[in-house]
């Protein structure tokens, strides 16, 4: 069984920084898609940022292209998304998830990820 545990949520202006963590545990982690998606209210769960464990290869959301960035600790079994020049509209719960079975080849399908994070909060003010 795979857990994951987000951390690194918060309140940050706008402009601010954030950087948050995933620690996953149960099972090797080869061959694994990890990635970070995010829920604001009232709307639909979406893609932000996906990375290859294996490989570190990454994709990104239009949306945070160029401000966030996934990276992947192997020795720490921890994922990583650094948000940088955070806006309002970024103020979702930010949910970690994993693709145990290399379902993904886009890394952006939410049903490609069978294994979900608790969430984490974050909220950015103007």
């Known amino acids: 069984q795979v857990q994951l545990v987000e951390s690194g949520g918060g309140l940050v202006q706008a402009g601010g920084s954030l950087r948050l963590s995933c620690a996953a545990s149960g099972r090797p982690f080869s061959g694994y898609t990890m990635a970070w998606f995010r829920q604001a209210p009232g709307k639909e769960r979406e893609f932000v940022a996906g990375?290859?464990?294996?490989?570190?290869?990454?994709r990104y959301a239009d949306s945070v292209k160029g401000r966030f960035t996934i990276s992947r600790d192997k020795a720490k079994n921890t994922v990583y998304l650094q948000m940088n020049s955070l806006k309002p509209e970024d103020t979702a719960v930010y949910y970690c998830?994993?693709?145990?079975?290399?379902?993904?080849?886009?890394?952006?399908?939410?049903?490609?990820?069978?294994?979900w994070g608790q969430g984490t909060q974050v909220t950015v003010s103007s």
């Open positions: 998830a994993a693709d145990s079975r290399s379902t993904s080849t886009t890394m952006r399908g939410l049903v490609d990820y069978d294994y």
């Open positions: 990375i290859r464990w294996s490989t570190g290869t990454s």
